[in-house]
């Protein structure tokens, strides 16, 4: 299993604060409606996820301008499958939350992973909200493409905040 590498510089080395103590206006606001029902199959999961990343009407893949980064992400169907493979997970829910990270993220971190390549790990947080995210970039010849995305608790974010620390809010 891929995994991402041990003693890679963490938020700590970055004098960074633990993302506990981050002030309010750096949250996103939340409101109980940017949680999406699940869907009842893996297929019906993937239609919701598909749809709020704009892959509708035959839209199989799409370029996503990343200003935080100044980059792009490529975001296809294709790799959302894995995203909505876990059903008891049912990750199509946090499809809101994932996408405005994408777009506005709290940091963007680079790590190094155990196979010799990198992940951009995006964090996005939200006030008053139980729900955090942890969306993930594979880095793969010269393209950022979407590879998943999970709810966390804040203060389990900090362990993904490792590596190189490429954009804060």
Same mark, same amino acid.
């Given at each position: ?24 206006? /750096? ?7 940017? +949680? ?6 893996? /297929? ?18 799409? %370029?996503?301008? +990343?200003?935080? *980064? /100044? @980059?792009?992400? +490529? ?7 894995? !995203? !909505?493979?876990?059903? @008891? ?14 777009? @506005?993220? =709290? ?22 909200? &139980? ?7 594979? *880095? ?10 999970? /709810?966390?608790?804040? %203060? &389990? ?8 620390? *490429? =954009?804060?809010?």
């Amino acid at each position: 299993m891929i995994k991402e590498e041990k003693d890679q510089d963490n938020w700590k080395v970055f004098n960074l604060d633990d993302i506990r103590n981050t002030p309010p206006e /750096q949250f996103h606001p939340y409101e109980e409606s940017m +949680i999406l029902k699940a869907g009842e199959t893996e /297929q019906e999961a993937l239609e919701i996820v598909s749809k709020e990343f704009e892959l509708v009407d035959n839209i199989c893949s799409r %370029k996503i301008t +990343i200003n935080a *980064i /100044q @980059s792009w992400a +490529i975001v296809s169907i294709d790799n959302l499958k894995h !995203v !909505v493979e876990k059903r @008891s997970d049912a990750r199509e829910r946090f499809s809101k939350l994932a996408h405005l990270t994408l777009l @506005s993220p =709290f940091e963007v971190w680079k790590i190094k992973y155990s196979d010799g390549g990198f992940r951009l790990a995006f964090i996005g947080i939200f006030s008053g909200s &139980k729900n955090h995210i942890l969306l993930v970039l594979k *880095i793969d010849r010269n393209s950022n493409i979407l590879w998943n995305f999970m /709810q966390c608790e804040l %203060k &389990k974010l900090n362990k993904h905040r490792l590596g190189e620390l *490429i =954009f804060k809010k």
